[in-house]
């Protein structure tokens, strides 16, 4: 692992979710109530205010909704790859998910995409998503 | 759902006087000292004293310097009305719409409303910081990876209007061209006698494809002031009043507010349905407007949120002229805005709002001048937004 200089600072909320990421699994807040995806994880369900929640491995996968190339960095531990496309990808479990991260591809980005997200740790318990592009037969969304 | 409230007491305050610092890359002074600056240059111009404030209000996200601090470095001892409002640029007119009610209301006389920051030599907001800010909450969520800076937010939008309307590089260029003519001869513009071509916007690097280095506003240091009273008495006072007929505050679309499923459309819409409400007013009455521009899309989307273009038909109304400050029927960015003029969070909007209502903007005077349109940023950034309203009296 390579420690990251920039990393996100966990709480109460997102230790397990930073934690997760670290271990390599994108998970989400899933109510216990009406089965609604929450992401970032945050303490109530934004469909039905309850609080009956539990942080549950999402299956990773999603498609690419919208894309930009980093040409320019002020984070430290990304100026590297510049220039890099993060890629805001909607999220299989639920279409108001959306989740930002660097896009490893041989192709330039498209909408539609089909990714996996495959998180790597960044520091002690904390970990951030990365997508990488996957081959797929499933229909390119609009 | 409530969209706006016929009840908001419209033209009841209104803006009386108003001041600014330089906009600059290094003002040398605190964000301490901008605000003692341009509060007073404010009061002088609405033929006041210091004596008379009993309220301020501000916001920030980034450097600021708090209401009870000045008020106690200016020795004013009957406050009555206060607002440290967190964010950015979402909230500039928020602050303005609650100043105009607390004076509506009667708890306080004379608001001023102000922002000063050092955003070039100081607090950056591309994270580059010289010291510890305030940082919003969904942050921690994309800063590993480098999606920090509103900018690559802003350009991810900007994407999504391009996949689903063919928006192109050159009618985001044709905004940053049209921002930038308007700064050049603007005395107060960063930019001024600096003229920009479509052919250099689109020389110039990108930052975050597809956003080019002038589809980014300017890290400005400097601070801006304004001086809300109620109407009656503004009319006492030196110059036309300029009366705040409707203020709104409401949510936009972003990325963490979950629910929404279509990013190409404008999250200026709510905002704009509710300012219009409440003030009585409609985009066909709205003489000239300053949309809340820290980037060139911004703009873009507001012109389809607010009413003035059908979802994809702000590039031919670009080309066509329609909002030139020269002859245009709806001017925008009458000074250069915040790509040009300078990036004081938004507040710098409403001070050209009132010199051009007055009819004091000299050679950038529009020729109708009497309903002006101010806005916030529209929403993607912090899910808030809002915009106020403002009527020559």
């Given at each position: ?6 990393k996100p ?18 998970m989400?807040t ?7 995806w929450?992401?970032p ?65 041989d ?9 996996q997200?495959?998180?790597k ?5 904390i ?8 081959e ?7 | 759902?409530?969209v ?14 108003i ?6 890359k ?20 609405a ?5 008379d ?14 209401p ?22 979402s ?10 009610l ?21 607090v ?11 940082q919003p ?19 991810m939008?900007?994407?999504?209007h ?14 940053a ?25 689109l ?15 300017l890290?400005t ?19 036309r009043?300029?009366k ?18 279509d ?19 409609g985009?066909?009455e709205?003489?000239?407007a300053?949309?809340?521009?820290c980037?060139?899309?911004?703009v ?46 938004g ?6 709002a ?10 950038r ?25 403002l009527?020559?009296?």
């Amino acid at each position: 692992m390579k420690e990251h200089r920039v990393k996100p600072i966990p709480n109460m909320d997102t230790a397990a979710y930073f934690g997760a990421l670290a271990d390599g699994r994108l998970m989400a807040t899933h109510c216990g109530d009406c089965s609604h995806w929450t992401w970032p994880p945050r303490p109530v369900c934004s469909r039905c205010h309850g609080e009956n929640l539990s942080l549950d491995t999402v299956r990773g996968t999603g498609a690419i909704y919208s894309w930009i190339v980093v040409h320019r960095s002020t984070t430290p531990d990304m100026m590297e790859y510049v220039p890099y496309t993060l890629a805001l990808v909607r999220l299989d479990e639920q279409d108001d998910i959306y989740i930002p991260g660097r896009l490893l591809s041989d192709v330039e980005a498209f909408r539609g995409m089909r990714v996996q997200a495959d998180p790597k740790k960044i520091g002690e318990n904390i970990g951030d998503v990365i997508w990488k592009a996957i081959e797929s037969d499933l229909p390119v969304s609009p | 759902m409530s969209v706006g409230n016929t009840s908001f007491p419209r033209g009841k305050a209104a803006i009386a006087g108003i001041g600014c610092t330089e906009f600059s890359k290094n003002s040398g002074v605190t964000t301490f000292t901008l605000a003692v600056r341009a509060i007073k240059a404010a009061v002088a111009d609405a033929g006041l004293a210091v004596e008379d404030i009993d309220g301020l209000a501000t916001f920030g996200v980034n450097d600021s310097i708090s209401p009870n601090v000045l008020a106690q470095a200016l020795g004013i001892q009957n406050m009555n009305f206060f607002l440290d409002q967190y964010f950015g640029g979402s909230v500039s007119l928020s602050v303005l719409g609650a100043a105009s009610l607390a004076v509506s209301a009667g708890v306080a006389n004379c608001v001023v409303v102000y922002r000063a920051l050092n955003g070039r030599s100081q607090v950056r907001l591309n994270g580059a910081n010289a010291a510890p800010s305030r940082q919003p909450w969904d942050i921690q969520f994309k800063m590993a990876q480098g999606y920090t800076i509103p900018a690559q937010e802003m350009a991810m939008y900007a994407r999504s209007h391009m996949l689903r309307y063919g928006t192109r590089s050159e009618d985001l260029g044709r905004i940053a061209v049209l921002s930038r003519t308007n700064a050049v001869d603007n005395d107060r513009a960063m930019m001024k006698g600096r003229p920009l071509t479509l052919d250099d916007y689109l020389a110039s690097p990108m930052v975050a494809d597809p956003f080019h280095l002038f589809d980014i506003c300017l890290e400005t240091d400097g601070a801006v002031a304004i001086v809300v009273t109620s109407t009656e008495r503004a009319g006492d006072l030196p110059h036309r009043p300029v009366k705040i007929q409707g203020a709104a505050w409401g949510g936009g679309i972003s990325m963490v507010n979950n629910g929404y499923t279509d990013l190409a459309v404008s999250p200026g819409k709510a905002v704009a349905e509710k300012v219009y409400a409440n003030a009585g007013i409609g985009p066909s009455e709205i003489d000239f407007a300053e949309f809340y521009d820290c980037f060139t899309y911004p703009v873009l989307s507001q012109l389809e949120g607010y009413g003035f273009a059908e979802p994809g038909g702000v590039p031919d109304m670009l080309q066509d002229g329609i909002f030139d400050r020269a002859g245009g029927q709806l001017p925008i960015q009458t000074h250069g805005g915040l790509l040009s003029e300078g990036y004081i969070h938004g507040i710098n909007h409403v001070f050209e709002a009132v010199q051009q209502i007055r009819g004091d903007a000299a050679h950038r005077q529009v020729a109708r001048h009497d309903v002006g349109l101010v806005t916030g940023q529209l929403g993607y950034i912090s899910g808030y937004s809002s915009a106020c309203l403002l009527v020559g009296g």
